[in-house]
């Protein structure tokens, strides 16, 4: 049985937020937020139609950036044409060659429901009731996540209905394309579905995030918390160590066999490879299955997946592999569909690319080792610790090439902020005995 998630850790340096999702210690999901966050998953735009191509079933949508975002038909109210003005929602980060993915059926997520007015009606979560009494205007929507007496759900649905029509108002009195709202922080998500606490590295991140839950769910600002451990909150919780798990390609299996993954331009090929385990061929399978569910949400491994178990029984089998994957991912954020088996006997399988995969943000091109830019950030939340010891005027980072280039480069505004914020100087020194990739931050003279 999967454990609950009972507590969320955040930790944020100028241009990085990250965002731990832990269950009884393990990391379920990591959520990474870089740069700017206006054209994040779930931040809301006016747009105006560029082009629509019939053969693509879609149409580009200019949000502001110089690639369009791509909008499916099939997510808008009716056919849109070139010109048309829309409220749009980002739903898919860029990756590779794919722009950004949008809807014009945007999501308002609340605590208790979701307020959908691209989708008319009121729909009950999955194995409760509506409550009695609650209704929605002609043309309103909204999903219920969970049973709850029909006063609260009432409460929510007047909350979400004026949120909406004040960004309506924002969208009528703007020059497309236009912000009109930003996503949501990448922990809202997960207090909201859990309660459980969210802990804090950093003073400056914990005030502005009690503000926002104080703002929107009061009775949850409780459960905000600064930590004491600070800087090494994520050290000390252990997540540090899981990370660089997760972008090994060999998961092991307990009792023998692993996952090898490995993530392609086209697709995430995984293979159920047994090894030297004696278990019998169901045996690793089976293990293999929440394994798998796991890694795929942990990793944040999304489009086409090929999944190569090894080989067992007949149709009858391969069916019940099939449907214990459908149950283990039934909890996935991201919405997961099973395919079916290819003639090959491979399980064909689609994950919902809502952001870009922890590989891609974290890991150099071609090499299993860590990028020069997630280097970077981590020298700056080395600074930072640093930074925060008693007394310390100067922090200075001595650090490899490739470190030096990207505190040098593109996180010498992310690196500024950091000191200003600190009350501190923050200096970079070249250290060549180091490695490329390496650095060390000590508290210096000013």
């Known amino acids: 049985m999967t454990a609950a998630i009972d ?201 502005a995030a009690t503000a926002l839950v104080r703002q929107r769910w009061p009775d949850l600002a409780q459960r905000l918390v600064l930590d004491p451990a600070g800087w090494r909150l994520f050290d000390e919780a252990g997540v540090e160590e899981q990370i660089a798990a997760a972008l090994a390609r060999r998961v092991p299996l307990p009792g023998g066999g692993e996952l090898v993954i490995d993530e392609v331009e086209a697709a995430t090929l995984v293979d159920v490879d047994a090894g030297p385990s004696r278990a019998a061929p169901g045996a690793i399978n089976r293990k293999a299955v929440p394994a798998l569910a796991a890694q795929l949400r942990l990793r944040a491994i999304g489009g086409q997946i090929l999944v190569d178990f090894v080989r067992e029984g007949g149709a009858k089998s391969r069916e019940a592999l099939a449907a214990a994957l459908r149950a283990a991912v039934t909890g996935d954020p991201d919405p997961v569909e099973i395919a079916g088996w290819s003639r090959l006997g491979l399980l064909e399988m689609t994950r919902r690319r809502s952001r870009p995969s922890l590989a891609s943000l974290l890991s150099a091109p071609s090499r299993a080792e860590p990028s020069s830019l997630a280097r970077g950030y981590d020298a700056l939340r080395a600074a930072a610790r640093a930074a925060a010891g008693p007394a310390v005027a100067a922090v200075v980072v001595a650090a490899g090439r490739e470190v030096e280039t990207v505190l040098r480069g593109p996180l010498a505004a992310d690196l500024s902020r950091l000191a200003e914020q600190a009350g501190v100087a923050i200096r970079v020194e070249p250290a060549p005995a180091l490695g490329d990739r390496d650095f060390h931050a000590t508290a210096g003279r000013p």
């Open 7 to 207: 507590r969320i850790l955040v930790d944020h340096v100028p241009g990085e937020t990250r965002a731990a999702i832990m269950a009884g210690g393990r990391l379920v999901d990591l959520h990474i937020r870089r740069g700017d966050p206006a054209h994040g998953p779930g931040a809301i735009h006016l747009g105006r139609v560029a082009q629509v191509v019939a053969g693509f079933d879609g149409a580009f949508v200019d949000i502001g950036l110089e690639q369009a975002a791509f909008l499916r038909l099939s997510d808008a109210a009716q056919p849109p044409a070139p010109g048309d003005l829309l409220v749009v929602q980002v739903v898919r980060a860029a990756g590779g060659e794919m722009g950004l993915g949008v809807t014009a059926r945007p999501r308002l997520a609340g605590r208790l429901l979701d307020w959908t007015p691209g989708r008319p009606g009121l729909r009950p979560a999955r194995g409760a009731p509506l409550p009695p009494g609650v209704a929605l205007a002609d043309g309103e929507g909204a999903e219920l996540k969970c049973q709850a007496e029909a006063e609260a759900v009432a409460a929510e649905i007047a909350a979400l209905r004026a949120e909406w029509a004040a960004l309506l108002q924002r969208a009528g009195a703007a020059s497309a394309p236009a912000p009109l709202a930003p996503p949501p922080e990448p922990w809202v998500a997960a207090l909201l579905a859990a309660g459980a606490d969210v802990r804090f590295a950093d003073r400056r991140s914990w005030q």
